[in-house]
């Protein structure tokens, strides 16, 4: 009986599974040959394995991880230990060997070498937080900074106010958002990131790349399933499922690094933006990714944005994102997938940034065309927008409105715009086009109105957003600013930025629109005068330009260029002689018939 019952109980442990996440990471190692002298020392014997064998690193890395169909397991049963806890586990030994030994104590090492060293504050708000304003600091009405960072700094006499927060994150130590002067005792800004050890940095580089390339193949997958449909076997995991939870255990270390160290998040951002396509996908995974992880992947976003080099990388792929959110052709995608609406202000109002962007990704030509592309679906026969079509996109309408509206609020993009870039003023008097008599108000007289149109307002507030872009875009043709601003040469750009360009202008020794070798020769680039004989009056020949631009829409807008008898528009330029200008102030007689 004791002999039958001991072979029962022996039997009974043989088939048991095996529980323990760290006991299942042991059987993965066996199962490569990892030999059993090394599994006996736990962690610290695969380090001192790797170290002797490391052409097997990725190999070992692949076999501490988890298998998709174990989590998938885990995930469907609700086993003890979950998915979560398998992978959470995972993460650890992963960090022993990124950081050779234990992890707590290197990440408690790396951040007493931070304190008292912050460069930038990065706190990232919650809903109705409480923030602080400095209009007296601040770079734009769209900074602010946390209660603490405010109360550390000197704000005596500044002209602040109190908020409440949206989101966002706190921008003390950010010279692109914040004066230095305005900067707390604790943030000294970004120039004071060190980079990480040179003999940390060799450890953590190759597990971190490991990591990432593998969560990017889990999140293609998932991608492509969530496009697609599924395309593997009924009994294969969901890579959905487990796409969701390896981003919320490799965010949630993420996290952690960025909390410990200035310098550790600096290196995970550059092995991120350097593992192709996975930035790429990151910015498009709230589409497939569960509610509940999105915000922790928008939270890391909001810690990695404030290093430059991410910031510029992530606002390269900013644009696919506007682009897949108008492909819905409704408001619901700006509310459901809240990076577009999240980010803009993050990244269209850094001014070192954005002219880059303008001029080596053609920002203002894809959001212009975002803009067209919403006004076309929503327009009638006559090609005029219908606010009983359009009013479903009335949210994603106003975003970009207002995306176009940051870019253009820094002084150096309208100038660009006037001397390099004249064909953005034509695109924009073809979107003014749209709107040019949409929905005209009128008096009824001989009937009662039985329901007012609810959507009324939104018309005006459309034509409210558009004027100030406008006169934005206005400011760069009137600019009375002498040459050597107004042709926004590389060296003025370089003296005028020479405090910002710590942040975001040190990725490249060209951070302006005008760093990059013009399209033409520098008389191009100048804004001359024209003098008219007429009146004897000085008129930039941007300003003529821009008039006989507006003439030609007002005569195609009115349908009535035969009528008008209007001359075929010679348009001049800057290598016009003076008698072009002359035959201006010829034409502007003609215009009065407009007034009959």
Known sequence: VDSSSSSSSSSSESESPISSPTDRILMRLVLIDVPEESLEHMQHGIIAYVKRNSSRLQEICNAILPTDDEIQTAFEEQADPGAEDLLQESMVWLQWLMFDGDP????????????????????????????????????????????????????????????????????????????????????????QIQPLQEDVAKTVGPVLDYLFRHWKNSLLLAESNHQNGPILEDNAAEPETVADVLTSAVVGMLLEFCKCSESLLSFVSGRLCYEVDLLDVLVRAERFLSLDVVPKLHELFLKLIGDPFFKYEFAKYYPTVVNEALKESADAIIRKHPLVSSFSVQIFTVPTLTPRLVKEMDLLTMLFECLSKIFSSCSGQDHQLQVSKWENLDETTQRVVEDIRFVMSLSTIPKYITCERRDIYTSWMKLLAFVQGMTPQKREISIHIEEENENMHMPFALGHSIANIHALLLS??????????????????????????????????????????????????????????????????????????????????LKSSNTLGLPTLNLPTSRTSNTSGSNFFRLKRKPSKFRK
């Open 104 to 191: 707590d104590e290197m990440l408690q090492r790396l951040e007493l070498m931070n304190v008292g060293q912050r460069a930038v504050c990065g706190f990232v708000w919650s809903h109705n937080d409480i923030a602080y304003h400095c209009r007296t600091c601040e770079s734009d009405p769209t900074c602010a900074i946390c209660v603490p960072c405010f109360g550390n700094g000197n704000h005596k006499d500044h002209d602040y106010s109190v908020m409440y927060t949206g989101g966002g994150c706190c921008d003390c130590g950010d010279e692109t958002a914040w004066k230095r002067s305005g900067f707390c005792s604790k943030h000294k800004g970004a120039e």
């Open 476 to 557: 760069g043709a009137f600019s009375t600013d002498d040459e050597s601003d107004s042709t926004i040469k590389k060296q003025d750009i370089d003296e005028h930025d020479s405090l910002r360009q710590s942040k975001v202008g040190r990725l490249s020794q060209e951070n302006s629109v005008s760093s990059v070798t013009s399209r033409g020769t520098s008389s191009d680039h100048e804004i001359k005068a024209v003098e008219g004989n007429a009146d004897g009056v000085s008129v930039l020949t941007s300003i003529s330009w821009l008039i006989f631009e507006c003439l030609r829409a007002i005569d195609y807008w």
